[in-house]
């Protein structure tokens, strides 16, 4: 058994679970301790692939990254990929076992939670803690029953609990408390204080509240974190907003519909971020502006998109993008959206087998959704230009796509299989005209020179020089640092491992 566990539950969704987890992770290891992060059920169309082609949630694969390890597929053993309002594709332990709609994923909970037990005590048994990230809030009380991801699991693996709040969202103070008081004797018991997330002002202002919420509540608040202006970490699900640029600073437009079920959105993070790209994410009802480049992004549920995005009228607007020479990129299921067929035999993303939708015709391809789906990690070099520049990246998807025979194009990547380019494997496709890119890779732009070779093709001439790993390295260090100053991590660490010895 591990030092100690630790979990971190919310009052909402969005209260800041992932940051602190991420925070603490990165603090743990800073310390010299083994930490491992965990999540026992993650609901959300953001995902990564582990080295051995297992899928969990983007959060954990994050938080990983700040303890210093390599993503596992026991941090996340349960996670659910909505495809409809009212079902999702659940995967268990790095598989998919299948769609299940709300009532059916309740009767299946007590199978999952094995597997979640399962995969926390592996981690318990290899490293001195265990942080473990909660999911929506613990006071909902239709989903009490058989829970997994809250409470139930905590009174499970009998861990003590932190209870965030997020001050910019108002409230604060009822929701920890409401919060609190819906709980059981026995859960209320193992919640060991608040955190308070994104507090802005002076703090000597909210004194006065956080003494009454230790007296009202008999729990200590463990730390108030400041706002962290511009602070960027990977999103779990909600898509994040782009920063918007002066004229001065934008070599590039573009422009990304956010359809229903858009997956991997983490895609073009390290394009909204780069100084001289303006990144537009156009959402149902509104206008779509000019573009230099249009990107269409993965999807979950691939013809349903296809037809919101026709309902909303890309289809015109991207034939008229690329007559007056506009450039376009699918990615996954953008990829398959922009061929000639989409065909779902085993209704894998649809109520009914065998469904057929009329793609926009722009790739003379046809995409056939089979039972096995593709995980890999991937590496290897852009065929886009005449000096290859090393690319990084990971597919996850159904869709197997064929070319029709007598289709002129170039491939969009060379993927190593193995150690050297003897072996390799051609990826994606460039039209003949060069302004039509598809490709199965998520995560294209994050490596440096792949991120130059593509604005490059986009239109930008010099570009400036951007590393996304370092980015994202250097915001967690803000995080951690901000953490350490507001929360005695020492302390909580003494009063985890107390928590440990009393029970």
Known sequence: MPAFSLMVQGTTSDAGKSTLVTALCRLFARRGIQVAPFKPQNMALNSAVTQDGNEIGRAQAVQAYAAGLEPHVDMNPILLKPNTDVGAQVIIQGKAVGNMDAVGYHEYKS???????????????????????????????????????NMGFAESIDCPVIIIADIDKGGVFAHLVGTLELLSPSEQDRVIGFVINRFRGDISLLQSGLDW?????????????????GFHLESEDAVAHSPVKSDTNTKLNV????????????????????????????KANQAIPPADLVILPGSKSVQSDLAFLRQEGWE???NTHLRYGGKVMGICGGFQMLGETLLDPYGLENQHANTQAKGFGFIPMTTVLEKEKQLKQRQGYLQIEANQAQLTGYEIHSGVSSFSSDTNFRHFANLKNGENNENSEKE???????????TYLHGIFDHPDALQALLHWAGVDQAAAFDYDQYRDAEINRLADSAEQHINIDALIEQCKAFQKAT
């Open 316 to 318: 015109a607007y991207l």
């Open 111 to 149: 199978i999952a939670k094995v597997a979640a037990l399962d995969s926390y005590y592996r981690l318990a048994d290899q490293y001195q803690a265990v942080l473990i990230e909660g999911a929506g809030s613990p006071a909902e009380i239709n989903l009490r029953a058989r829970d997994i991801a």
């Open 428 to 438: 994606g496709y460039i039209s003949e005209d060069g302004r039509i890119i598809g």
């Open 255 to 282: 422009v990304i519909p956010v359809m229903p079920r858009t997956s991997n959105h983490t895609d073009w993070d390290a394009l909204r971020l780069h100084p001289d790209v303006q990144v537009t994410l156009v």
């Open 213 to 229: 919420l230790e007296e009202r509540t008999g729990k200590p608040v463990i730390g108030v974190l400041p706002y962290l202006k």
